[in-house]
């Protein structure tokens, strides 16, 4: 397919239905990419952060399509890749929940760290090794946070989480195939970007919903672990426009992608309160630490050792000096205006809840 003389570039996006996906999806879609959408068989429907898309006549099935597979269904993947023949590939699919890792390990590390593989088998027995460029979603994860130092493409790694475990797989996995066969294959090491489509489970989208939730008088507090962990916050907008940049360069390379400023969660937690009027301070009761408002005594926040994982990860914060000198990339959204974006969403959320009860379940 062509535009004019200009050949039709198609891109294929695992996990299309998650945050980065939806976003990357919109961001190829504007430069006039063909995007295939790859989406897990489900019970129920999982296209909420795409349904725009499917729902924009003008793409849908003439420049969007969706298709079905799994990241541990290697037949699949093989006749997608086969069919399509990509020119770029994003695979961003994985059971992305380090707390959950803890409780499915075995399927956790087959599609988080065994998919990459499939995938990249796909590209070499269907001799794409020469025109398929691939992306590999690789995490902060891997280096465990045991040090308070700032990391980058050569820090040491040291995953504690099978989640983080399986991405070393995929991060050596994509390494070896580039060295190997002379695939085009690059690992983004992304640090945590959030959005107002992150996953409710996560904690900053826990955050903003637990308590807009509170100042709509539709819940009572909302439970948190650990307080004190460390995280470089971005926006997930502009990290899927550096996963695109690193396909677009002559040379394959492994890059960090990080804003370079971290805040505890109990920080994230005070911008939220303060943000929506409410002073929060903080004491210990009944073994727990409590958040609560100064002016009305009212609790807003209380931590929970059931939130607490295994292993913590306690401080992470990345050096993004590699991708600002030979991709060019910036960050251009800062905490407050992501914080600020996800509350106005989830107050809109909670404003419909009022309303039309369950309708956002």
Known sequence: MSSGNRPIIKAIIFGVTGQDGSYLAEFLLAKGYEVHGVRRRASTFNTGRIDHLISDRKIWENKFFLHYADLEDAVAINSLILNIKPNEIYNLGAQSHVGLSFDIPMSTINVGGLGSLRILEAILRNDLSKTTKFYQASTSELFGGLKNQELDENSL????SPYAVGKLMAYWLTKNY??????FAVNGILFNH??????????TRKITRGITGIKAGILDELHLGNLDAMRDWGHAK?????????LQQEQPTD?????GQNYTVRRFVEIVCSKLGYEIQWKIEDNAEIGYDTKTGKTLV?????????LEVDF??????RARELLGWIPKIEIDGLIEEMLENDTQLWEREKFFPNINR
């Open 316 to 321: 992470l914060l990345g050096n993004a000096n």
């Open 255 to 259: 890059f960090v992608i990080a804003t």
């Open 194 to 203: 959030e959005s107002p489509r992150r996953g409710e489970t996560f904690v």
């Open 157 to 160: 790694m040291a995953p504690r």
């Open 178 to 183: 580039r060295d190997a066969y002379g695939i």
């Open 302 to 310: 209380r931590t929970d050792a059931g939130y607490l994982r295994p």
């Open 238 to 246: 502009d990290y899927v426009e550096a996963m695109w940049l690193m």
